[in-house]
């Protein structure tokens, strides 16, 4: 737990949330929005973490994570640009 809180040796939230997203937009084909995507910042809303504990059938403990962030919006902007498109494409 104190290496993963430390963050080394490891992507920061940013770089996991870029890459992620730069990854779905391709597999989903929307490879055009993938330009927005590097200039994208993030503010954390949230972390639920549950455990450490013991889960049935492994002799580990389990430990888990999420961490919930919006992108980051300027009122114009590639971010701003990049939010109205994902609207658009969920309607």
């Known amino acids: 737990m104190r290496w993963f809180d430390s963050g080394t040796g490891r992507e920061s939230a940013t770089e996991c949330l870029r890459r992620e997203l730069a990854e779905e937009l391709a597999e989903v084909g929307h490879p055009e929005l993938i330009d927005y995507v590097a200039s994208l910042e993030f503010t954390p ?24 962030y919006d992108i980051a919006v300027a009122p114009t902007g590639a971010a701003a640009q990049f939010k109205q498109r994902l609207l658009e494409l969920a309607e």
């Open 45 to 68: 809303l949230r972390v639920v973490q549950t455990g450490p504990r013991q889960e049935p059938g492994t002799d580990y403990l389990h430990l888990r994570r999420f961490e919930v």
